[in-house]
């Protein structure tokens, strides 16, 4: 887009866009200016309370793939249905808790892809999240994995120190978390900076108040572009 500092498509497909920023208009707005960075934009709770499935619709129609992070969690016919009409919009990621267990993450698989199935669409990435970032205490990681592995998952997500055990499970790693050294890490226990989580392996890395916050949105996410490029390099 002939931004300065813009990075390559091969890492704009690790950078996800965490638009936790309120209204859809909003999000829009600084979808727009970050978008030589981003290729991937975040609906999680905040954003799709304010719009709906809308929010996918129009996060796609500005060029970026969609990880809808609204963690399903519940008896696993209700997170199948859900599932299920997620997929219809043609999200490309998505996510669910693996505290619910293997039962129910199954039906989440089952149901992403029936959903993207039934509406002509590539199946969506499932994701289990392991443990929060904003826990210190990370113990259940393996046994949370072992779950979504066992569910069929595609992934998981789950901080930068867990990434390779991750990969040795043959499972990608979405990775939060993500930000500068030096910055403020709010209300994150487990963080990394952009550069560590890339050369660490991470397949997609979640930036949101880091740059969404920032005074100068482009060129934090520059930033964040430059550091994630050289952490791919280092790999």
């Known amino acids: 887009m002939g931004a300065e500092g813009a990075v390559s498509p091969a890492v704009r497909r690790h950078m996800v866009l965490a638009l936790d920023v309120g209204d859809l208009t909003s999000a829009e707005a600084i979808a727009r200016r970050v978008a030589p960075w981003f290729g991937v934009a975040k609906v999680g709770h905040e954003l799709y309370a304010e719009a709906g499935p809308v929010a996918f619709e129009r996060l796609h129609a500005l060029g970026y793939a969609v990880f809808c992070d609204l963690k399903l969690h519940d008896i696993p016919n209700t997170v199948e ?8 919009h043609g999200v490309e990621l ?21 959903g993207a199935r039934e509406a002509g669409l590539p199946a969506p990435v499932t994701l289990g999240v392991t443990v929060l970032t904003s826990e210190p205490d990370a113990s259940e990681f393996a046994s949370r994995l072992e779950t979504a592995r066992l569910a069929g998952c ?13 990969h040795a499970a043959g499972m990608q790693a979405l990775v939060p978390g993500i930000r500068f050294a030096g910055g403020a890490v709010h209300d994150q226990a487990r963080v990394a900076t952009p550069q560590h989580a890339a050369a660490a392996g991470a397949d997609w890395l979640v930036i949101g108040r880091a740059v969404t916050a920032s005074e100068n949105p482009e ?3 520059a930033e964040a572009g430059s550091q ?8």
Do not use: K, P, W, Y
């Open 154 to 166: 595609d992934g998981v997500v789950c901080s930068t120190h867990e990434i390779a055990a991750a």
């Open 219 to 221: 060129a934090a996410a």
């Open 94 to 114: 998505m996510n669910a808790h693996a505290v619910g267990g293997e039962v129910m993450l199954r039906a989440f698989v089952a149901g992403a892809r029936e």
């Open 81 to 88: 249905r859900a599932a299920r009409a997620h997929a219809r």
């Open 228 to 235: 994630v490029e050289r952490g791919l390099t280092a790999r």
